[in-house]
């Protein structure tokens, strides 16, 4: 009873009575990837903004649709209507601040019977969860058991990739294991973002259970939206500034530290620019320190700069001024900052892992290069400075399959297309 009273304090503004829709609703669940929050920062990357980007493009479609995510501040508003009919909706589950994924286990019965509350109170009934990452997974578990909803989820990491052949692994590492093996074989229907994450995940997750592929989507329009021309005035760039790339969290599998080693082996003069990163302490700092140690001891300085987290609404005047945009990950499931360069028209070289393997194809719409290796990576740099009329027709490649197979309507339908095979509307609102 306490658990329902705090709840239903921290949403003053929910209707009691049951709400009456004949919109499908859907609830999609981020325990630790708050949609509404800035990106860039710790534990803030491309799972906040699947799930932000899809919520709002299936409400388009004229689904009601709740994201579900964990208050992390005091501060923070209970409910955000980020677009007509999708709302980011923050329970209480543990402290409200920052708490790393690895801490976060602890917190999820709480958080399943704060989603429990909130529905019981508003009345807002769903036909399916669509549950992102393992922690959400486990939420989506319960529910699932408890109320019969149906669950599609979406991995966005896979402990046993990230594990490797450690044998030693800490009690949650094994945990998890477990968990995402169990969405694995129990969701409805898992949502691989490239034909490789699929392949990994029969591989070394498990032969059961149902999946189906759908990429991630992108906002095309909006990343082609600023011309080189203004981009690099606003960024001050002079018009034979070469400008190399990195947009993302700071994180070692990110490979940034490959990307700083290949820029050293680098004639000048060139301009390194690293965005994302937040300014806190935490995992994500420490890497930065990481690589500022780094930057220093190769004398690369003067050219580098730590922009800090960048909003999306400024992002396309960075990718549009760059002259390449290097993903240097050493794992990605999808990697959406490779999809977002392509969609301004900017050349991407990434790493030939997971699904980068799938958004670009090699030496037509981009090019791979071995994870881990400054080598190949500086050779491909110093390709793009010295033959851009090739690198340009890549980029137009490059753009077209962004336009073709990325952009986020389009994914969307298809998602919104699996929601209706798992959870048609006939089974509607009668689970709580
Ligand atoms: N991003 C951002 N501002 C930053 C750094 C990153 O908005 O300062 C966004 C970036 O545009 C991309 C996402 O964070 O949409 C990162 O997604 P990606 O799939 O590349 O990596 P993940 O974070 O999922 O590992």
Known sequence: MDRLHSVLSAHPTTPQSPVQSTKPAYALISVHGDPATELGKEGAGGQNLYVRSLGIALAKRGCQVDLFTRREDPKQAAIVELAP???TIRLDAGPARFIPRTELFGYLPEFVEAWLAFVQHSGQAYEL???NYWLSGWVGLQLKARLGLPQVHTFHSIGAVKYGATDRLALIAQTRLEVEQRCLEQADCVIATSPQEAITLRQLVSRNGQIRVIPCGTNVQHFASVSKALARKQLKLTPDTRMILYVGRFDRRKGIETLVEACAKLPYPFQLYLVGGSRSHGSDANEQARIRAIVQALGLEAVTVFTGPISQAQLPTYYAAANVCVVPSYYEPFGLVAIEAMAAGTPVIASNVGG???????????VLVPPCNDEHLAAAIADVFADPERWQLLAEAGQQRVQSHFSVSAVAAQVHQ?????????SLKSAV
């Open 418 to 426: 699996l929601y209706q095979c798992v959870a048609p509307l006939s």
């Open 356 to 366: 980068l393997r799938h958004s670009i194809i090699h030496n037509e719409t981009g």
């Open 85 to 87: 009919g999708c709302r």
């Open 129 to 131: 969860l669509h549950t």
